[in-house]
């Protein structure tokens, strides 16, 4: 009798898997062919097809890099002339990512179950949360710009709410795991939720919140320089300046080129050793507090 039981459960389990690789099967099905007929549109509404253009991909970036190796002693001059727009550039970022880290906070203790002071609202702005990230930076912002007008004030507001977005279920994971011990103590002293949550949660996420911030940081550095080309300032509009004058002004294009990849790679950086000596100062302090 035990046998047969133990005979039916591996069966069942037997089952139960080869349904799985059925339905994983299936759905790897579905997404092929979806992406071979996106592919398809997309390749037959282009100017050009994809498989005519392909031998042609390093065209450009050739001639750009023919053309700055050629005018090499012009590149410190014309780098000199976009810091100005890299300072914008810097500026939307840090911007966007202080608003963004706030609103995330705020989104994050009203999100987590536990910690919210309106359980019954947590679904509601946890939906908020998936609205902010769902939408590219990029449509937030032209939908901005043609509201505002072009400048950097589209660009910090559409990068802002993407953030919140993204550091709130971020926060919010973070907060999930934090200790309720100090938040009960705070309230059986009469504490009211906005003392709880500062001095019983967040010094506890703190760090990792700080962590994702500076990577946050990172991200937007690239999104608000990909955001000037569609008008919203900053270094990426003198790209999109110095690419659409074509052949003549690579010098200028490779310049910027290589002053926004020096710029990201030292941020990268920079907020990779802060991180760092977050989370190995995060991990001394729970050592000195367990011993």
Do not use: C
């Amino acid at each position: 009798m035990t046998t047969s039981l133990a005979d039916r459960m591996a069966a069942s389990y037997h089952a139960q898997q080869r349904r799985r690789r059925t339905y994983s099967a299936v759905l790897w099905a579905i997404f092929v062919a979806l992406l071979v007929a996106g592919f398809d549109m997309a390749d037959s509404r282009n100017a050009g097809s994809f498989v005519g253009g392909l031998p042609k991909v390093f065209d450009y970036p050739a001639a750009l890099i023919s053309e700055a190796w050629q005018k090499a002693g012009n590149l410190p001059g014309h780098m000199q002339r976009a810091l100005p727009a890299l300072v914008e550039t810097l500026n939307i970022a840090a911007a966007s990512t202080l608003l963004g880290t706030i609103g995330g906070a705020v989104m994050a203790l009203l999100s987590t179950r536990g910690l919210a002071p309106f359980p019954r609202l947590v679904p509601l702005f946890r939906r908020m949360m998936d609205i902010a990230r769902a939408f590219p930076e990029m449509v937030i912002a032209l939908m901005l710009i043609f509201v505002l007008g072009g400048g950097p004030v589209p660009a910090v507001i559409a990068i802002a709410i993407h953030s919140v977005g993204a550091l709130g279920k971020l926060f919010s994971e973070v907060a999930e795991n934090a200790s309720l011990k100090p938040v009960e103590g705070l309230e059986s002293v009469g504490a009211g939720w906005l003392q709880r949550m500062w001095f019983g949660i967040v010094p506890q996420v703190a760090p990792n919140w700080a962590s994702y911030a500076m990577l946050r940081f990172e991200i937007n550095i690239r999104a608000s320089a990909i955001l000037g080309f569609v008008g919203a300032g900053g270094i990426g509009y003198e790209l999109r300046n110095a690419i659409s004058w074509g052949q003549g002004k690579y010098d200028a294009a490779a310049a910027i080129f290589i002053l926004l990849f020096l710029t990201i790679v030292f941020f990268d950086q920079l907020t990779s050793v802060a991180r760092n000596r977050l989370v190995r100062g995060q991990e001394q302090g729970q050592r000195g507090g367990r011993i």
